[in-house]
């Protein structure tokens, strides 16, 4: 709907006489910023967070990387390390080492960050949310609540979910499956890549 009003007023600017054009452009373009605004009722599966969670350190911050390095050369050591043993059994202490630098890098980077972040939001209550094109309101049980779009500095949008990044590098997770239609997705899309260049 926000397309089509834009598109008429684009074709509005260019019809009439330019000043009764970009005026009336100008109050479709304030029309579409109101109408861009979306309710969603958000609650937390676990499933859902461990999802976006581990969508975001893999394909966003792309660990696969330190994996494509590490299991090769871990594989590499094992072989040599087979190899050689029969004429220099010390060198087996080598994959050892590099397989427990594996399995901290496995834990502090992936696991780690997936099983605080599943701890952080069992604990907290959903809530509603109601995106506007200046701000957020989040309302629950106990507070009410408005945020500044500011207070984020990063949006991403994964397969299951919408995931905003603040200033502390926090990542608060919107699950899709919340949402009533798939028109309501779309219309935060929109307003995502309207406030945060998504």
């Known amino acids: 709907?926000?397309?089509?009003?834009?598109?008429?007023?684009?074709?509005?600017?260019?019809?009439?006489?330019s000043v009764v054009g970009a005026g009336i452009f100008y109050i479709l373009l304030e029309s579409v910023k109101m109408e861009i605004s979306v309710e969603v009722n958000i609650s937390y599966p676990e499933k859902e967070v461990k999802k976006a969670v581990s969508y975001?350190?893999?394909?966003?911050?792309?660990?696969?990387?330190?994996?494509?390095?590490?299991?090769?050369?871990?594989?590499?050591?094992?072989?040599?390390?087979?190899?050689?043993?029969?004429?220099?059994k010390p060198f087996l202490v080598l994959p050892i080492i590099f397989s427990f630098g594996l399995f901290i890098i496995h834990n502090l980077y992936y696991s780690r960050p997936i099983q605080v972040y599943t701890a952080y939001y069992r604990k907290r209550k959903g809530g509603t949310y109601k995106f506007y094109d200046n701000h957020i309101c989040s309302t629950n049980d106990e507070i009410q609540s408005t945020i500044s779009w500011s207070v984020y500095k990063k949006a991403y949008e994964t397969p299951s979910a919408f995931l905003l990044i603040d200033d502390n590098r926090f990542i608060h997770i919107f699950p899709k499956i919340c949402f009533d239609s798939v028109i309501d997705i779309d219309n935060l899309r929109d307003l995502l890549c309207m406030k945060m260049g998504m």
């Not at 090769?72 to 190899?83: A, G, Y």
């Open 1 to 17: 709907m926000a397309f089509v009003i834009l598109r008429l007023g684009s074709f509005l600017y260019h019809a009439c006489d």
């Open 56 to 88: 975001y350190i893999l394909k966003i911050k792309d660990m696969r990387v330190y994996a494509f390095i590490a299991y090769p050369i871990i594989s590499l050591l094992i072989i040599l390390s087979l190899w050689y043993s029969i004429h220099n």
